[in-house]
């Protein structure tokens, strides 16, 4: 099992940048493929960006290309979300989650683990 806590969220004006992290528990984290998600108000929760287990290929919804970069630091058990250019459409709680050995999901069902999550708020 792995447990995730994010952090790194506030408030930010448009155009500026954010670092989500997000810290796991447990031994075996290298082997856990990560995907960040997002709620936004009165929106269903979103696939936002990914990174795989195996070679650490990333994938990202078309609307962040170019603006966020997932990555990930196995030493520290961290997978990070690089937040650039934010508008104010970016406005949402934003959640990490785990698979072991997942590959490039990008569907709620396919987590296991989730954070609670942490909250991003950009004004314009």
């Known amino acids: 099992q792995v447990q995730l806590v994010e952090s790194g969220g506030g408030l930010v004006q448009a155009g500026g940048s954010l670092r989500l992290s997000c810290a796991a528990s447990g031994r075996t984290f290298a082997r856990y493929a990560v995907g960040w998600f997002r709620q936004g108000p009165g929106r269903e929760r979103e696939f936002v960006a990914g990174i795989n287990w195996v070679g650490g290929s990333t994938y990202y919804v078309d609307s962040v290309k170019g603006r966020f970069t997932i990555s990930r630091d196995n030493a520290k058990n961290t997978v990070y979300l690089q937040m650039n250019s934010l508008k104010p459409e970016d406005t949402a709680v934003y959640y990490c989650?785990?698979?072991?050995?997942?590959?490039?999901?990008?569907?709620?069902?396919?987590?296991?683990?989730w954070g609670p999550g942490t909250q991003v708020t950009v004004s314009s």
């Open positions: 989650a785990a698979e072991f050995l997942g590959g490039n999901e990008h569907a709620e069902k396919d987590y296991d683990y």
